[in-house]
Every structure is written in C-alpha cells, then in structure tokens.
C-alpha cells in the first residue's frame, strides 16, 4: 500500500453507518474490556485448524511507539510484513545493488517478537526506485531487470518467509463498474493503465504488450521461494461477487498455465481496506475462498483496515462487525491461513487518525472490533459453528453466545441467550442472487429469489445461484 494515498475500497454493500449490531462481546463469556493477550487463543486456533494460523500486522523500524509496538506484537499479533522496507525502492536502489537492510530488520524484529514474517512485495507500478521506468525496453524488463530484483529479494530473505506477494496492484480499477465483459487476464491487467504495460503510470503509450511480466516474476519466485512458500497475486477492491475479483482469478489462472506455478503454491490476497460503507459481504468473501481452495490455492487477507465517518459507539459496533465477519470467512476456509490487519492503531495508520480504521486506538487501547476478534476466534477454536453475517444488522443477523452467556441490552436489562437455540428465518425471507441461504450455523434467509435456488456450497455455507 501507498506511504502516503490510495483509494479506498468500495465493493458492494448496503450502507450500514448507523445500522445496530449483534456481537459476540455483547454475551458474558467473551472479554469486551481491559488488555489482550491473544497469543493462547491463537494457538487454539491453529490447533483446531491442524496448521498454523497466522494474524499480524504492519510494522517498519524507528516507529515513534517502541514499547506498546513491542508488546503489541508479543502479545496479540503473531506475524508481521514490513509496510514499506521489502518495496523495490527499499531493496534495489541502484539497478542490481541488492540492499535488504531494512527488509531483514523488520524480518528480525519478527523473530525477536516470536512472530512469522511474511513478504510484501516484489513488483508494484508504485514506489519503484528512482531508475524506474527509466527507458528500459520491454525485453530487458522482463528477461533481466524482474528476473534479477525478485530473485535477489526472495533468495536474500530466505526460506523462513510464509508467503510473497510476488505482484501488487496489476488489475485495473474500471473492471470493478460491471464490465463483466474483460475476461481475459491481459485484458484486466492493460485496463490499470499502469508501467510496465504503459511506459510510465497513465501514459497510454505500450511497453509490455502480454502478461511476460507476470510470469517473470512468478516463475522466479517459484525457482527461489522455499517449497512451503506461497505467491501471492495482491489486490484491493477484491472480495465482492464482481468482475474486478473475477479478474484477479483469471489472472491467477494464467499464471498456473502459463508461468507453470502449481495452484498449491499460489494465493490471492484480498487487501480489504474497506469502510463501514463499502465492503464485501461474507458470503462472497467464503464463496471466493471456496473457489480458490477448490483450485488448491490459498486465500489470504492481508491489508485489512475498516474506516469509519466517525467514531460514535454505532460505527465502533459495525466496524467490530465487520471485522468479526471477515475473520470468520478466513477461519472457517481449510485454506485461509494468513491474515494481516494494516498498521496496528488509529494514529500510525495510512488512512489517518479520523479515519479511525485499526484494531487500537490513537493512545493504543483495544477497540470493540479487537475484542471481537478475539471472542471469534474462541468461538471457532471452541467448534462451534460460523456465525451469520453480523454486518447486516440485528434484523438479518442476531450472534449467540456461549451456553448459559447473557448479553447486555441497551436498557441494562439482560437475556440469556444459548449456542443450542435457533433462530427462525423470517417468513417469507428470500435471499437475493449470490446471497448466502443456509449452511451450518446460519439464522438468515433460507429461500432464494426468483430465478435462483440454494445450492450447498459446503458444510457451513449455502448461496442462492442461477
């Protein structure tokens, strides 16, 4: 992501600002104050995954917040990515002068945190060096320049990296506005109108005229990344049931085709940096997951941040809500493993500190969405089953607690609720296309509008199809 500007994400959703929420941390049972310590609760995680389940965050050396960094990411997180010390502009300053210093403190300070380290990235249109674009022709691009910088960086930092985000930011944006009709992955690449398929960023003059860069990059990472490694193709607005997400996945398939990377060793990575406004629904995000695990790729989330228009204790709530249904998609996939939160609080974050969009405040205390990552991850580490879509309010969605948990009303009144009592579709209830209508856990709408039927998807998610 930008040091310094990106558009926002904006994927199809109703827009929610002031909409009531249900929420895990609502029931007694689960912590909604005081400190957090999720280390054990992610163990338990990746116990009942059977792998390793890796929650992180951004981190760069010299951060003005030493001492909360460091028990921040000794205590809650358990993975880290350097925000901006592994970009070409960090790691290759002067055509093949490999300089990873920065690259490897971060990776260091990793370890020092008992923390994993993950790559991000080896290819990006921006933040490039200063010799770049430059006048360097198509053919030495991609047979020289991206075959030497991805393997410098990948064999420098060597095999203990979980995944790499070999490129970043290659489909266009105009995808997005229903134009279904790009389907072919040069053709989602060449609408970002970006180098290297322009000679410089909006020019509209031709470089590379195929995806070769692509593949350059990829089938170097594969020669150079250890074997449990996984490439990642990186990408905002991604997630919805849209042509900008289809895109990426055909991009994804050209690359196994015609880069000869296995699907066991590709991902995608979902960026989301979304707001209360705009984000994908968990329906689409499980049934992309689901797609990509079909393939053998994983699907990871890795730039998450949720930004508000304020920060009254309604936005908090959906924001807690959101957050808690897009880390449910992610565990509740045999093939989410990764998940990366964008810069670890509201003061050290790329959107600003009005825009309010991490887990932790400006003085670095946890907000309602850290407790409700917490409680959802000790609602899956229990065995219980995915909760409804929370973000689409109490009247789709109302979340359980544990047995015998109470929650709070408004009124200061409580109820008990249980995981053992269900709660009724609303007669009538139809879900619309591609919305989901059943699945193991699922309180919402359980018929489909006309012209789509529900049809299983897997144990926990049903969606209405054509």
Known sequence: MFKSFVVLSVLAAPVLSQTAVSLLIDFAGYQSSGTINLRSTLNNVSTKKGQTFHFGSTYDTGVSTASWTKNVFST????????????????????????????????????????????????????????????????????????????????????????????????????????????????????????????????????????????????????????????????????????????????????????GVPY?????????????????????????????????ANAMITELDISLPSTSSANERLQAAIWGDILDACLYASNCNEF?????????????????????????????????????MQRFASGAPMLCATALGTGSCMASGPTGGSSTTAGGTTTTHTTTTPVTSPSGCLSPLYGQCGGTGWTGCTGCASGSTCQVSNPYYSQCLA
């Open 340 to 376: 990366i939160n964008w810069d670890t609080r509201d003061d050290q974050s790329w959107i600003g500190t009005a825009g309010a969009g991490t887990l932790f405040d400006s003085n670095g205390n946890p907000k309602p969405a850290a407790f409700e990552v917490q409680a959802r």
């Open 264 to 296: 066991n060793r590709l991902a995608v990575g979902f960026q989301t940096h979304i707001s209360t406004s705009g984000f994908p629904s968990k329906a689409a995000l499980t049934a992309n997951f689901a797609k990509l695990a079909a393939l053998g």
């Open 76 to 259: 809650f997180f358990n993975h880290i990515v350097a925000e901006n010390g592994c970009k070409w502009d960090a790691t290759e300053p002067s055509r093949g002068t490999s300089s990873l210093t920065e690259c490897l403190a971060v990776q260091s300070y990793a370890t020092s945190c008992s923390a994993s380290f993950r790559g991000h990235n080896t290819f990006w249109h921006a933040q490039t060096p200063s010799w770049l674009p430059g006048s360097i022709t198509a053919s030495d691009l991609v047979n020289n320049v991206i075959p030497q910088h991805v393997q410098q960086e990948i064999q420098g930092m060597g095999t203990s990296v979980t995944s790499w985000d070999v490129v970043n930011e290659i489909v266009g944006d105009g995808v997005s506005n229903g134009m279904f009709t790009l389907k072919s992955a040069l053709q989602c690449v060449q609408n970002k109108k970006d180098w290297p398929t322009q000679t410089s960023d909006g020019s509209n003059t031709a470089l590379v005229t195929d995806l070769s860069f692509v593949h350059a990059a990829f089938s170097t990472a594969l020669k150079y990344a250890a074997s449990n490694t996984r490439l990642a193709i990186n990408d905002y607005n991604t997630g919805a049931n849209d042509a900008k997400t289809a895109c990426v996945l055909a991009v994804l398939a050209d690359i196994n085709q015609n880069a």
